[in-house]
């Protein structure tokens, strides 16, 4: 049966037209292709694996910005406590040193004060006693117009200098 | 719309039916084709040709280069119209009976040395060609875009590739992958498209490329020269003296015997694997449509009634070819993979074999 036997010259062509396609493919073609599609495979693993690993560094900058915004928040609640703590002692400081200050003039003032009533009285003294020394000289002219007064008055003087002598 | 396709579809088929049978009549009435010889005619379209027919011609052949040298040792070269209608022409003709029935034969009757264009060689330049055409240009695409994913029928080609390579070689063969893979893709692609081309039956197709045993030949010889002309010193050691005891090999050499077979009947059942598969389902489809008019030459009306099962049953053979044409190149890739792998072993390690 013709179908069975291989016809030669129907081999001599197919061989030819394999060796050609095979010689023409496997210079120009198939390791261009090969080494392509392996080249893109390498890129497709190497893009999922960057974009992983950009996908985590994401991830990471979130959890470390929030960290910092944490930090930041706990430094400003500190910091104004800090300045409510300064802003009372300031007061307080403040108060003390004004009461101080009042209670220094309030003083001074009390020494004027005294110093004033003293020589206010030391000079009510003076005229006290120069108003006495002027009564005193009056009532003593007047009691010294007689003679005989005189005389008893030397005398008696003169008996009080010899009794203290 | 989708009402319309099928309508138009169905009254192409219906016309086409319908002009089958009117030339078909008109050929008895005019006692051209007196009696329909289902062998011949399934011989005659599995077969090879010196033309290639066109549709609605029975006499009309394009045309294809006759290449012969005589007893004398002189070529002769001439176009296959001079010898159409049993006409001679340089001393040759188409032989109509006897042994060489079909085929070019000097006017006494000895057979030439025939180198002629025939209808299935001129079918496997298409195929390589389309296969060039095809390989390049995914090349081209590479070349162009650089790492841009490839868009439409070369990302399908590009798919098949990384199918073939990525998924079946490169296991298989691993670190020696480059070194073999351009000729299995290239057998892979060439089974392929000469498997589609056998399945449209008008001009570019139609030839039973694989059908044909010359071509499958051709195909596990080159297998077979890949496997054993690299194998390695541990492929030829474990063929004859293989790891088994003694006595199965000493007086009598019984395991290298086997093992020499091996070497033959691999090939040998990659070539007869691909022949029988296209060859088979080439023959069923041919035989549904002759059902038609096996019947139909007895009464029109039992005609009509076979031809819608015929269609219907062809039809579906032509889709399981498709898939067919697709699984037989892989199966002979992958086998011929397996092969020059196994004839590869650097050290002793069990290969699970898959004979079939």
């Known amino acids: 049966m013709e179908l069975f036997k291989p016809e030669f010259g129907l081999v001599f062509w197919m061989f030819v037209a394999f060796l050609c396609l095979y010689f023409i493919l496997a210079k120009f073609a198939w390791p261009f292709i090969i080494k392509s599609m392996e080249q893109r495979a390498d890129l497709i693993d190497k893009g999922v694996a960057y974009a992983q690993q950009a996908k985590a560094n994401l991830d990471n900058a979130k959890a470390e910005a929030d960290k910092v915004i944490a930090e930041a928040r706990n430094q400003q609640a500190e910091i104004l406590r800090e300045a409510a703590k300064m802003k009372t002692q300031i007061i307080e400081e403040a108060k003390a040193t004004a009461s101080a200050e009042a209670q220094k003039v309030s003083e001074a003032a009390q020494v004027s004060i005294e110093q004033a009533r003293r020589e206010s009285e030391k000079q009510l003294k003076e005229e006290v006693s120069e108003l006495a020394l002027q009564i005193a000289e009056k009532i003593l002219r007047a009691n010294m117009r007689s003679d005989a007064a005189q005389k008893e008055l030397v005398n008696k003087l003169l008996n009080e200098v010899e009794t203290k002598n | 719309m989708k009402k319309v396709i099928t309508a138009i579809v169905a009254l192409v088929i219906v016309g086409l039916m319908a002009f089958g049978y009117m030339s078909a009549s008109r050929h008895a009435a005019e006692g051209h084709e007196t009696k329909l010889d289902p062998k011949e005619v399934i011989f005659e379209h599995l077969g090879d040709a010196y033309g290639w027919e066109v549709p609605f011609s029975h006499h009309y052949r394009i045309p294809l280069p006759i290449i012969v040298r005589d007893n004398g040792g002189s070529w002769h070269c001439f176009l296959s119209s001079r010898l159409a209608d049993g006409q001679e022409y340089d001393g040759f003709k188409i032989a109509t009976e006897g042994e060489h029935k079909g085929k070019v034969v000097s006017t006494d009757g000895s057979r030439p040395l025939d180198f002629s264009i025939t209808k299935n060689a001129f079918g496997i330049f298409i195929a390589a060609i389309l296969v060039i055409l095809m390989v390049f240009s995914i090349k081209r695409w590479y070349k162009k875009h650089g790492m841009k994913a490839p868009r439409k029928g070369t990302a399908l080609l590009e798919v098949v590739v990384d199918f073939v390579y990525t998924d079946t070689i490169r296991p298989i063969m691993g670190r020696e992958a480059p070194k073999y893979a351009p000729y299995l893709l290239t057998v892979f692609f060439f089974i392929l498209t000469m498997n589609l081309l056998g399945l449209i039956v008008i001009f570019p197709g139609g030839a039973n490329l694989t059908g044909n045993l010359a071509v499958t030949l051709v195909l596990a010889v ?25 006595a199965l090999k000493c007086p009598l050499p019984l395991m290298p015997i086997i093992e020499i077979f091996g070497i033959f009947t691999k090939p040998i ?57 697709f699984i037989q190149a892989y199966v002979f890739t992958i086998l011929s993979t397996m092969f020059i792998s196994m004839a590869h072993v650097k050290h002793h390690v069990q290969v699970a074999v898959d004979k079939e």
């Open chain 2, 222 to 246: 080159c297998t077979f020269l890949v496997t054993n002309l690299t194998g390695t010193k541990e492929y030829w050691k474990e063929i004859f003296w293989p790891d088994v005891p003694v």
């Open chain 2, 269 to 325: 059942a990659l070539m007869i694997r691909l022949f029988a598969n296209m060859m088979g389902g080439h023959m069923v489809v041919i035989v549904f449509i002759l059902l038609i008019f096996i019947f139909g030459a007895n009464s029109l009306a039992v005609g009509v009634g076979t031809s819608v099962f015929s269609l219907a049953f062809s039809l579906f053979m032509l889709l399981l070819d498709t898939l067919v044409s």
